[in-house]
């Protein structure tokens, strides 16, 4: 724009000189046919005095001219210069690396791409640019290239790729990609940043969750096997419920952390219980009413015990809930439909058929086919009508696939 500007002026200056030279030519012209109107002689001699005054202006004039758009255009082409050197180091110094292409061949590559790249200019300089990239992300990258190249001035959002470096290494990278033209053709500029440690200390952190979450699941696992232990009729029964609700929500397509809480939750489903007195939880027969009262407070108590636990939160609602029913007659907050957790409404059905289906000190485990049938009574009084059916449904497709004795 400044060089427009100048160019400008400069024509301005010369019309200016141009106007002045056609003045003085015909105000001289009237001078001297003034002074020798008579004498055509001196009228010659005059004029040919008056062109070689011409020639020697207008060529002066025409110097200044031409010195000043010289001056000019050196101006420019310093400062231009000065900018590409600038952008130069800043490039050169740049602690990213950075690659200029156009129709997919390196036109330049920064002294940390260089390094990157474990290669020098001659190496690396004409290469294709795909030639440098992990085959499994040549699709990603392909098209993201031909929309720099079609798109001048699009900024591409950064993505993370693997390079491959001229030795066969391979390193992980961040890369933002820019277009633009460039002596009258498109090329893209690409800047590399090197992710390797922290992809290294991702790894490293995932390794360090899982084992910690191994702990904490082999920690919950004791707990249930603790409660198993003190209640003898009971034994083998929270593996058993929880092997089964992982099968329902696995049936139901709930997502991996959706059954990884629901494990969980069903490991813990009766942790309350530690809180309820042995006279109780141990009693032979039948419980009088204060006795049940004390047995209806074992989720109240698997609440106190859980909730300051953050990471058993998402967990809570089966040790709390389980023991709602469809209709609102359970217990302890007396919730109904779909007011109940999703996972309380799951596992309340395989606790219940897990009960009916095991021995206990004053009755015999039902048959398949009357607990069966007592589930199926009670879909929309304890138990979800949609959660019962898939239940049913998956519980007859296992005992078909029973051997028959």
């Known amino acids: 724009m400044r060089l427009f500007v100048k160019h400008k002026m400069n024509v301005s200056i010369s019309l200016i000189y141009l106007l002045f030279g056609v003045c003085w030519i015909l105000f001289s012209d009237i001078v001297i046919s003034l002074l020798v109107r008579y004498d055509p002689h001196e009228y010659a001699r005059l004029q040919t005095y008056k062109g070689v005054m011409f020639i020697c202006i207008t060529t002066y004039l025409l110097y200044q001219v031409l010195s000043k758009v010289t001056a000019d255009l050196e101006y420019e082409q310093a400062e231009s210069k000065a900018a590409r050197d600038k952008y130069q180091t800043l490039l050169d110094v740049s602690p990213d690396a950075i690659l200029v292409h156009s129709d997919y061949r390196i036109d330049y590559a920064n002294q940390a791409a260089l390094k990157l790249f474990e290669a020098t200019e001659e190496q690396l300089l004409g290469h294709d640019i795909l030639d440098v990239i992990h085959p499994s992300y040549h699709d990603l990258v392909k098209s993201r290239v031909d929309l720099a190249y079609s798109a001048p001035g699009t900024q591409l959002p950064t993505i993370e790729q693997k390079i491959r470096t001229l030795n066969g290494h391979y390193t992980f990278i961040d890369s933002t ?211 019962i059916k898939v239940f049913l449904e998956l519980v007859k497709e296992e005992q078909e696939c029973q051997p028959k004795l």
């Open 177 to 387: 990609t820019i277009s633009f033209v460039y002596l009258g053709r498109v090329v893209a500029q690409s800047v590399l940043r090197n992710i390797t440690d922290r992809k290294t200390i991702e790894k490293k952190l995932h390794i360090i969750n899982a084992e910690l979450s191994h702990a904490y699941d082999s920690t919950l696992e004791g707990w249930s096997r603790a409660l198993d232990l003190r209640d003898h009729e009971t034994e083998g029964h929270s593996a058993r419920v929880t092997a089964l609700t992982v099968k329902l929500g696995s049936r139901l397509k709930l997502s991996y952390t959706e059954l990884l809480h629901l494990k969980r939750g069903a490991l813990l489903h009766d942790i309350g219980k530690m809180g309820v007195p042995d006279m109780v939880l141990l009693k032979p027969g039948p419980l009088d009413d204060e006795e049940w009262k004390q047995m209806q407070r074992h989720p109240n108590f698997a609440y106190e015990l859980l909730n300051p636990i953050e990471f058993l939160h998402d967990a809570l609602a089966i040790p709390y809930c389980h023991h709602e029913r469809w209709d609102g007659a359970g217990y302890p907050k007396g919730l109904e439909g779909e007011g109940i957790p999703l996972s309380a409404r799951i596992f309340s059905i395989i606790d219940v058929w897990d009960a009916l289906r095991s021995d206990r000190p004053y009755r015999k485990a039902w048959s398949f086919e009357r607990t069966y049938q007592y589930m199926e009574d009670e879909s929309g009084k304890m138990f979800d009508p949609e959660l």
